[in-house]
């Protein structure tokens, strides 16, 4: 019996040991570590959790492109255990100091990305986090040189227009939303963020990308 008990034992080992998870990040160059000679924040999210990374965001992309993205991922996207999408800053940077483009630019992040969650349920019923912007554009020290003070706020409103976005789309689906403001500006707006960027402005630096992973709740158990 006790022979039994062993050699049944032995055989569980690996396959009745539970999986590790997987989490597999959408998205356009935050995700993707642009300007960053660091770990970006799937990577580091993905080791605190014990989980496999797996990192599918392209520089550029904008949210039409993450739709485009999510059939050719299946097998992937099958597996996981979370799906992180950060998106949406590229779709309004083309239109960035036109205001009044804004609210149809948003609406067509909101759809998309709403679609994107839809999409991605069909294939497997999984948690879908959305992570808002603390700017779609440039921030920081670098905004207020290249900018100018008026459009500093524009960006502002830019910013604010696609964060709406995601929100609604996380509203409609289900998914989490999770914004990143106040990690970068403070909690009451008014922190200069340019210790967490890249010497560009506009992507994290290594404290940025950690600051955003920290944000991001634990695997559901």
């Known amino acids: 019996m006790r022979r039994a008990a062993a050699v049944l034992l ?18 356009d160059s935050v995700p993707a570590g642009a300007a960053c000679a660091c770990r970006p924040f799937p990577q580091l999210y993905a080791a605190a959790q014990h989980a496999r990374n797996v990192n599918l965001a392209r520089s550029g992309a904008t949210a039409a492109d993450v739709l485009s993205q999510v059939d050719g991922e299946r097998p992937v996207l099958t597996s ?19 205001p009044a483009r804004y609210a149809t630019v948003a609406a067509g992040v909101r759809d998309d ?64 939303y999770v914004p990143t403001g106040a990690a970068f500006h403070g909690p ?18 290594a404290a940025g990308q950690a600051a955003i992973a920290a944000l991001i709740p634990p695997l559901p158990s």
């Open 188 to 205: 009451d707006g008014t922190r200069d963020p340019t210790g967490l960027l890249a010497a560009d402005g506009d992507h994290p630096n």
């Open 80 to 98: 996981a255990t979370e799906v992180i999408i950060m998106i949406g800053a590229n779709d309004m940077a083309g239109d960035f100091r036109q």
């Open 113 to 176: 990305v709403a679609s994107t969650v839809a999409a991605i349920e069909r294939i497997h019923r999984v948690r879908v986090v959305l992570l808002g912007y603390w700017n779609v554009v440039l921030d920081g020290q670098v905004a207020e040189k290249q900018y100018g003070t008026a459009a500093v706020r524009d960006s502002v409103a830019a910013t604010a227009a696609v964060n709406d976005a995601l929100r609604a789309a996380a509203q409609r689906t289900g998914a989490v």
């Open 10 to 27: 032995l055989l569980c080992l690996g396959a009745c040991a539970p999986s590790t998870p997987t989490v597999v990040t959408l998205g």
